[in-house]
């Protein structure tokens, strides 16, 4: 798998602010949380034991936890 390729689904938290392209993508690591920069915030995301399958590749499940800002 080549680092590009999407392995993880990010799941649920403020649907405004990511778009759903945007929940498909690739993590590092696919058993600790995930941060992700949206706007002036973070969102956070943990691994759950959950996998959705998209194009025929397995997708670990990562359920929104909370938010946090970006210190000025």
Known sequence: M?????????R???DHRLADAGRIRY????T?????LVGECYEHFQPTSEFTELDGRQL????????TFVAE
Not at 2 to 10: D, E, G, V, W
Not at 32 to 36: E, G
Not at 60 to 67: A, D, E, L, N
Request: proline residues 10%.
């Open 2 to 10: 080549s680092a590009n390729t999407p392995n993880a689904f990010l």
């Open 12 to 14: 649920g938290g403020p």
């Open 27 to 30: 993590a590092e690591s696919t």
């Open 32 to 36: 600790t949380p995930v941060k992700i």
């Open 60 to 67: 670990r499940v990562f359920s929104w936890s909370h938010r």
